[in-house]
C-alpha cells in the first residue's frame, strides 16, 4: 500500500515553524495532494523546540477516485521519511527519541547553533561537541544534507522557515515542482522577495549535495551496497574567527616580541583591551605578557613556542575587560548596535524604531567606580541591611535608548572609564590579576606544566555578580592551597592535583564537586562562609492578636 510521506519540522521560537508547515500544506493543496498538520508547542529559554507533524499522501486526489486517505496525528518511532530542523542540536535531539531511522529517514538540518540554558550553565565551556552530532545523524539517516542556515538566512535576509522550504523542495521528497513551491513564497513587498532568496540558495545548495551524491553512486554502485551518505559542506563548519584579521591593531615590534603562534591570539587580546580602557592599559597587559614570556624562556626545558604566555594571553585579556556598568553602556550606545537590531526586527523605511535598555545596578556595581574608602563604607552599608533582613538595595532604571536623554545618559556612562583606574573594582581586580600572575611565575620555576595548569585557572573567572566573586575566591583558594610548591608531592601529582581541582570547579556553580577534588587531593576545603539568620513573622499568628 502507498504511505503518506511523514516530515517533522523543528523549530525554535521565532523562525517561522508554524508559518513553514502552513507553507508545506499550501503547497499539497495547490497541487492538489490530501495533507495534513499538528503541532506540539515547545518550551521557552531554548530547553526545547516546536515541532510541526505533516502527513502528505503522494497520490493526487483526481486519482483516488473519490476516496480520502486515514492521515495520522503524530509521527512514529522509525517510520519517518523526514526529520527537517533548524538547530543541530535539535536535530539529535529528535534522533535520539527514535524517530529517525537509517533505513527510511531523510535528515535535513542546520549545521548552526544556538545554545541551550543547561550548556550557557555550565562554569566552563559547555558547548556540545558539533562533530559528534554530525557523527548522530550520519549513523541515523538513510541520506542527510546539512547546511549553515543562519548565515543563508543573513545572506538572504529573511527567516529560516524559506530556508527550510527551500531544502525540502530540492531534497525530491515530495512530488511537487518547484514552482508550486515559489508561488506560496511569491508576493508584494520585500519580505516575500527575501524569502524566495532563501528559498533560492537552499534549494540550489541542496540540489548540488544531490548531484555530488549520484555521481558517487554510479562510481561505487558497483562495489558498494550501501548507498553514501550526502555529504556535509564543509566550507559551512570552518571557523569564522580565522578570517578575523586582529593583528593590524598591534604595533609590528610588539609582534615581532613573541612567537608567530600567538599574534593572532595576541592581536586580539590587545584589541580588547584597548578598546576597554585606553593604550595605556593595553601597554600594562603587554608589560605584564612581556614579563612572563622572560620567565617562562628562561626557565630549564622552557618551549620556544612559549605555551604558559600563549593561554595566560586568552584569560588576562578577558579578566582586565571584565563587566561593569561603563562598559555595558559603552556596548549598549554603540553605533553598530543599532544597526544590528535595525536588521534583527528587519525596519523598513519610514518606520519607527524604540528601543528600551533596562538596569538594575546595586549596591557592588554603584560601589565599583567609587574610591577605595568609599566604596567600603558603602558595602559595609549593604552588608548590614542584608543581615537586617532586608533586602539588598538596587536601582531599576530604564533608559529610552532611541531618545537624546537616553542616548546622552549612556554616552556619559561611557565616558566615566577615564575614572576607572581610581574605582574601587578596578583596584581589587588589578590585585587578584597580580596574584594569580605571580602563582603562574612560581609555578614556572618548578615545572612549565605546572605553570601552565595555573595559567588555565584564569578560566574560574567569568559571568558578572555572586558567580564572578565565586569564581575569584575559587580561584584564590586554589592558589594559596593547591599551586604552591609541595617538597612532599612530585611535579606529575601536583600537575594533575591543578588540572583536576580546576575541572571540578568548573563543573558545579555550588562548589561541592571542587570541595571533593581539595579533599582527595590532601587540600583543605573552602571555608564556610557566615550567613545571617533571618527570623520572619508568622502571619497567622499576627491574624490571631
Known amino acids: ?111 548552526s547553533r544556538a545554545l541551550t540554558t543547561a550548556e550557557k550553565m555550565v562554569m566552563g565551556d559547555g558547548r556540545r561537541d558539533e562533530t559528534s552530532l554530525l557523527d548522530v545523524i550520519a549513523e541515523n539517516s538513510l541520506r542527510h544534507h546539512v547546511m549553515n542556515m543562519a548565515d543563508i538566512c543573513q545572506e538572504a535576509g529573511t527567516l ?44 540550489e545548495r541542496v540540489s548540488k549535495q544531490r548531484e555530488q551524491t549520484q555521481f558517487l553512486d554510479k562510481l561505487l554502485a558497483p562495489s558498494a551496497s550501501i548507498l553514501p551518505s550526502a555529504p556535509i559542506d564543509q566550507s559551512d563548519l570552518s571557523d569564522l574567527s580565522a578570517n578575523f584579521d586582529s593583528q593590524s591593531q598591534v604595533p609590528q615590534q610588539v609582534l615581532d616580541e613573541f612567537p608567530s603562534g600567538m599574534h593572532s591570539l595576541l592581536g586580539l587580546a590587545y584589541k580588547r583591551v584597548h578598546q576597554y580602557q585606553s593604550e595605556a592599559y593595553a601597554q600594562l597587559m603587554l608589560s605584564r605578557l612581556r614579563k612572563l614570556k622572560q620567565i617562562e624562556t628562561s626557565a630549564s626545558g622552557a618551549s620556544v613556542n612559549c605555551p604558559v604566555t600563549k593561554e595566560t594571553i586568552r584569560w588576562l585579556a578577558l579578566w582586565m575587560a571584565y563587566d561593569d556598568i561603563i562598559q555595558v553602556a559603552h556596548l549598549k550606545s554603540r553605533a553598530n548596535r543599532w544597526d544590528r537590531v535595525s536588521n534583527e526586527v528587519k525596519l523598513q523605511q519610514g518606520e519607527l524604531l524604540k528601543i528600551y535598555d533596562h538596569f538594575k545596578p546595586g549596591v557592588p556595581e554603584l560601589a565599583a567606580m567609587l574610591p577605595m574608602s568609599w566604596a567600603q563604607a ?99 583558594h586554589i592558589l594559596k592551597t593547591v599551586c604552591v610548591p609541595d617538597a612532599s608531592k612530585s611535579v606529575a601529582e601536583q600537575i594533575a592535583a591543578v588540572s583536576q581541582i580546576r575541572k571540578a570547579a568548573l563543573q558545579d556553580e555550588a562548589g561541592q564537586l571542587l570541595d571533593q577534588a581539595l579533599v582527595l587531593h590532601g587540600a583543605p576545603v573552602r571555608p564556610v562562609k557566615a550567613q545571617p539568620i533571618l527570623w520572619m513573622k508568622n502571619p497567622r499568628l499576627k491574624s490571631k492578636n
Open 1 to 111: 500500500m502507498t504511505q503518506p510521506v511523514s516530515i517533522l519540522l523543528c523549530a525554535l521560537g521565532g523562525e517561522g515553524g508554524g508559518v513553514l508547515a502552513n507553507w508545506l500544506i499550501d503547497v499539497a493543496r495547490l497541487a492538489d495532494y490530501p495533507a495534513q498538520a499538528t503541532s506540539i508547542p515547545g518550551v521557552a529559554q531554548r530547553t526545547g523546540a516546536t515541532t510541526y507533524y505533516l502527513e502528505i499522501y503522494p497520490i493526487p486526489r483526481l486519482q483516488l477516485g473519490g476516496q480520502t486517505p486515514v492521515l495520522g496525528l503524530n509521527p512514529l518511532p522509525g517510520r519517518l521519511d523526514a526529520l527537517v530542523s533548524s538547530e543541530l542540536l535539535e536535530t539529535a535531539r529528535q534522533i535520539a527519541n527514535g524517530l529517525a531511522s537509517n533505513d527510511r529517514t531523510c535528515v535535513i538540518s542546520s549545521s
Open 160 to 203: 529560516v522557515s524559506a530556508v527550510m522550504l527551500g531544502a525540502i523542495a530540492a531534497s525530491g521528497l515530495l512530488p511537487f515542482a518547484r514552482a508550486h513551491y515559489e508561488s506560496v513564497l511569491a508576493g508584494p513587498g520585500s519580505a516575500a522577495k527575501a524569502s524566495l532568496r532563501g528559498f533560492t540558495l537552499a534549494f
Open 378 to 476: 558603602v558595602l559595609k552599608w549593604d552588608r548590614n541591611r542584608i543581615a537586617n533582613g532586608k533586602d539588598a538595595w538596587s536601582m531599576p532604571i530604564k533608559l529610552a535608548r532611541h531618545s537624546v536623554i537616553g542616548m546622552l545618559s549612556l554616552r556619559f556612562l561611557s565616558l566615566l572609564r577615564v575614572f576607572r583606574p581610581f574605582g574601587h573594582r578596578y583596584l581589587t581586580e588589578q590585585a587578584l590579576i597580580e596574584e594569580w600572575l605571580n602563582g603562574i611565575a612560581n609555578a614556572c620555576a618548578l615545572s612549565s606544566d605546572l605553570a601552565l595548569e595555573v595559567a588555565r585557572c584564569g578560566q574560574l573567572i567569568k559571568g558578572y555578580g555572586s558567580t564572578n566573586e565565586r569564581g575569584k575566591e575559587n580561584l584564590l
